[in-house]
Nanobody, 121 residues
């Protein structure tokens, strides 16, 4: 069983930056970030394969967000720049039991509790 703990969320102004971290209790394979805004479904944000060779981004994240990982620390990161009010959501980290990267939530086996990101205008 893998436990995931997200951190780094908070309140930021439009155009600001935040770096989310997700620490895993054990070795992880494919990892992803998803988000859920109030009253909306959970959406894919970014994903990365075990060795980082395969990365996917949602269209809304391309050019502004960067996913990365440090396997020695069992940690995945999401650097978010040029934040917009529509980025406001609870951000969830997810891990899967296979090596590849995937944009589909159903491919993930473990989920964190989430961290709130609020972008104020």
């Amino acid at each position: 069983q893998v436990q995931l703990v997200e951190s780094g969320g908070g309140l930021v102004q439009v155009g600001g930056s935040l770096r989310l971290s997700c620490a895993a209790s054990g070795r992880t394979f494919g990892m992803g970030w998803f988000r859920q805004a109030p009253g909306k479904e959970r959406d894919f944000v970014a994903s990365i394969s075990r060795i980082g060779g395969s990365i996917y981004y949602a269209d809304s994240a391309k050019g502004r967000f960067t996913i990365s990982r440090d396997n020695a620390k069992n940690t995945v990161y999401l650097q978010m720049n040029s934040l917009k009010p529509e980025d406001t959501a609870v951000y969830y980290c997810a891990a899967r039991s296979s090596w590849g990267s995937s944009p589909y939530g159903s491919d993930y086996d473990y989920w964190g509790q989430g961290t709130q990101v609020t972008v104020s205008s």
